[in-house]
């Protein structure tokens, strides 16, 4: 049985009475329940969508928004008091420094205007890209707001965020040290993160809401051997490069965010993978350690960190976050049972957490068993290898209202933007057809008070 079925009967199980299907009309007219406007597509290409749900539809208009969001595809409106939050891997990454600040520097870049339509389609109040280039300075990221997040794209409507972060990232930053040991000092291999040049792969969160810009933490510098029992391998590195090694492949961003008087940290990573040098799994590992580290303030667990600008210790346990960004499929792994358990099992196990498990129709159309898959991997033979790498985790004080992930099947508009091809070709090459092999994620939070059980 597919997971959709057995998430909504568990939605209405916990949402409250059904309606019969004839009130579906004042229903919609519920506040938040309609979804933003979308252009119509032609009659020979315009998705046909139905109800099989029987002649009852729950009265509550937030399980009425999720169920839509599951037949059609199409992103339901975030309601009027709800804050939407996503995050997607974008791929907005060239071969060589300034290429994407040229390609963005002016509206009508392909990739740009599909990244930009892929967020508009979604409509998140706050959103956190991944895997996009970033200079010295804000030049790309401000380039990218004004010339196409603003800009209407496939018939949506534009969005204006008037606040952005971006900053230093440890992609393609030189260490100094010979850390792949090929007698030459410099170059991919010996950076303090994977990239080619300084900046590549990094990072941008842009909101329609405030951020506390005083309340920002950077943890880019902290080195990975101060955390204790760290998953370093032995002897893999000399004293030297451990002493210079940093904990993050990309970055930790801690970006408090205010909505209506409340704060929200978004707290931001991208994590190595397995195949980032060699030792991308065990990076990976201490890198999802730092934020269970981080959550666990008053425990002694957060004693080793210390921010970009030497402020020390974690997040006070009362405030609201939301864990985002590109965590990759080793998030669940433990590379031991005992020595380094899965941080994020933990922090679910231990009700710091939750998992709103969002997922798409197009994923479940690739593949059945994996509805939550977030990026194509690979095809093979055939047979389509998919994964969840791409997360929202809000904490558990939080009430969460709706989640998806943004891959409509074939023929459901905005499914130009989500074409299913085997990853391939040179690295920095946009893709030719979709931006990203990667699908963006959103989650909609109540923060009207209550968490979620």
Same mark, same amino acid.
């Given at each position: 049985?597919?997971?959709?079925?057995?998430?909504?009967?568990?939605?209405?199980?916990?949402?409250? %009475?059904? %309606? !019969? +299907? +004839? &009130?579906? @009309?004042?229903?919609?007219? &519920? !506040?938040? %329940?309609l979804a933003a406007p979308v252009v119509q597509a032609s009659p020979l290409t315009a998705p046909v969508v139905?109800? *099989?749900?029987?002649? #009852?539809l729950p009265s509550n208009p937030?399980?009425?928004?999720?169920?839509?969001?599951?037949?059609?595809?199409?992103?339901? $409106?975030? +309601?009027?008091d709800g804050l939407r939050v996503a995050t997607f891997s974008a791929g907005l990454s060239r071969s060589a420094p300034e290429e994407l600040a040229e390609d963005l520097s002016e509206p009508g870049d392909p990739q740009g205007m599909q990244v930009a339509e892929t967020v508009q389609r979604a409509a998140p109040d706050v959103v956190l890209l991944t895997d996009m280039d970033v200079d010295a300075g804000e030049d790309v990221a401000q380039s990218f707001r004004t010339n196409y997040l603003a800009v209407g794209t496939g018939g949506q409507s534009g969005i204006d965020y008037p606040y952005m972060y971006v900053s230093e990232v440890n992609n393609g930053v030189d260490t100094g040290a010979d850390l792949d040991d090929d007698g030459i000092i410099g170059g991919s291999g010996d950076a303090f993160g994977p990239g080619d040049f300084a900046g590549q792969h990094g990072m941008v969160l842009y909101s329609k809401h405030p951020l506390d810009t005083d309340g920002i933490r @950077?943890? @880019?510098?902290?080195?990975? $051997?101060?955390?204790?029992?760290? %998953?370093?391998? =032995?002897?893999v590195y000399s *004293?030297? =490069?451990?002493?210079? /090694?940093?904990?993050?492949?990309t970055a930790h961003w801690d970006i408090p965010v205010t909505v209506d008087g409340?704060?929200?940290?978004?707290?931001a990573a991208q994590p190595s993978r397995a195949e980032d040098g060699p030792t991308g799994a065990e990076r990976h590992h201490d890198e999802m350690r730092f934020w269970a580290d981080y959550l666990a303030a008053g425990t002694g667990q957060d004693a080793y960190i210390v921010d970009d600008e030497g402020q020390p210790g974690g997040l006070p346990g009362d405030a609201p976050?939301?864990? +985002?960004?590109?965590f990759g499929p080793l998030t669940g792994t433990a590379l031991s049972d005992t020595e380094h358990p899965s941080a994020v099992a933990e922090m679910l196990a231990s009700g710091l957490i939750q998992d709103p498990l969002p997922v798409s129709q197009g994923?479940?159309? /690739?593949?059945?068993?994996? !509805?939550? #898959? @977030? =990026?194509?991997?690979?095809?093979?033979?055939? =047979?389509?290898?998919? $994964?969840?790498?791409?997360?929202?985790?809000?904490?558990?004080?939080?009430?969460?209202? &709706?989640?998806?992930?943004?891959? !409509?099947?074939?023929?459901?508009l905005g499914s130009q933007l989500t074409r299913a091809n085997a990853p391939g070709g040179e690295l920095g090459e946009p893709n030719e057809t979709t931006p990203s092999e990667h699908r963006l994620v959103w989650t909609d939070l109540d923060l009207s008070g209550g968490g979620t059980d």
């Amino acid at each position: 049985m597919s997971a959709f079925p057995r998430v909504l009967r568990r939605m209405l199980m916990l949402g409250g %009475a059904l %309606a !019969p +299907a +004839a &009130a579906l @009309t004042a229903l919609l007219g &519920a !506040p938040g %329940a309609l979804a933003a406007p979308v252009v119509q597509a032609s009659p020979l290409t315009a998705p046909v969508v139905t109800l *099989d749900f029987g002649d #009852a539809l729950p009265s509550n208009p937030d399980l009425l928004r999720q169920m839509m969001w599951i037949k059609s595809g199409q992103v339901p $409106a975030v +309601a009027d008091d709800g804050l939407r939050v996503a995050t997607f891997s974008a791929g907005l990454s060239r071969s060589a420094p300034e290429e994407l600040a040229e390609d963005l520097s002016e509206p009508g870049d392909p990739q740009g205007m599909q990244v930009a339509e892929t967020v508009q389609r979604a409509a998140p109040d706050v959103v956190l890209l991944t895997d996009m280039d970033v200079d010295a300075g804000e030049d790309v990221a401000q380039s990218f707001r004004t010339n196409y997040l603003a800009v209407g794209t496939g018939g949506q409507s534009g969005i204006d965020y008037p606040y952005m972060y971006v900053s230093e990232v440890n992609n393609g930053v030189d260490t100094g040290a010979d850390l792949d040991d090929d007698g030459i000092i410099g170059g991919s291999g010996d950076a303090f993160g994977p990239g080619d040049f300084a900046g590549q792969h990094g990072m941008v969160l842009y909101s329609k809401h405030p951020l506390d810009t005083d309340g920002i933490r @950077t943890f @880019t510098e902290l080195p990975w $051997a101060s955390m204790p029992d760290n %998953a370093i391998p =032995e002897g893999v590195y000399s *004293d030297l =490069e451990l002493s210079v /090694l940093r904990l993050s492949s990309t970055a930790h961003w801690d970006i408090p965010v205010t909505v209506d008087g409340q704060t929200v940290h978004i707290l931001a990573a991208q994590p190595s993978r397995a195949e980032d040098g060699p030792t991308g799994a065990e990076r990976h590992h201490d890198e999802m350690r730092f934020w269970a580290d981080y959550l666990a303030a008053g425990t002694g667990q957060d004693a080793y960190i210390v921010d970009d600008e030497g402020q020390p210790g974690g997040l006070p346990g009362d405030a609201p976050f939301v864990l +985002a960004g590109d965590f990759g499929p080793l998030t669940g792994t433990a590379l031991s049972d005992t020595e380094h358990p899965s941080a994020v099992a933990e922090m679910l196990a231990s009700g710091l957490i939750q998992d709103p498990l969002p997922v798409s129709q197009g994923a479940e159309h /690739l593949k059945k068993d994996e !509805p939550a #898959a @977030t =990026e194509v991997v690979s095809r093979e033979g055939g =047979e389509w290898a998919l $994964a969840r790498s791409d997360y929202l985790l809000p904490s558990s004080t939080i009430t969460t209202t &709706a989640s998806g992930v943004f891959w !409509p099947v074939p023929g459901q508009l905005g499914s130009q933007l989500t074409r299913a091809n085997a990853p391939g070709g040179e690295l920095g090459e946009p893709n030719e057809t979709t931006p990203s092999e990667h699908r963006l994620v959103w989650t909609d939070l109540d923060l009207s008070g209550g968490g979620t059980d």
